[in-house]
Nanobody
């Protein structure tokens, strides 16, 4: 059973930065692509960013390029999301997920394990 646990969320002001982390159980973290999604109240879960199994390839939601950075440390079984210049519209629950394959992907159906999420709230 694969477990993913997100951390690092919180309440910040517009313009601040946050770094989310996602730690995973098991020894197979480095064998799969990983991704971040987010879900705002009343909206569907939306793609944020993805990274290939060794970190050589990344893929971002177009509107977040330049502000968000995804990275991974396979030795630590940990995925990261650095979020800069946060805006109120970034307020959401952020989820990490493990893909079925090694290639970064934006499709929710390509992910088979999900964390419980961490709340990010950005005040004006």
């Amino acid at each position: 059973q694969v477990q993913l646990v997100e951390s690092g969320g919180g309440l910040v002001q517009a313009g601040d930065s946050l770094r989310l982390s996602c730690t995973t159980s098991g020894r197979t973290f480095g064998s799969y692509a990983m991704g971040w999604f987010r879900q705002a109240p009343g909206k569907e879960r939306d793609f944020v960013a993805s990274i290939s199994w060794r970190g050589g390839g990344t893929y971002y939601k177009d509107s977040l390029k330049g502000r968000f950075t995804i990275s991974r440390d396979n030795a630590k079984n940990t995925l990261y999301l650095q979020m800069n210049s946060l805006k109120p519209e970034d307020t959401a629950v952020y989820y990490c997920a493990r893909a079925r394959g090694i290639i970064a992907t934006s499709q929710r159906s390509d992910y088979d394990y999900w964390g419980q999420g961490t709340q990010v709230t950005v005040s004006p």
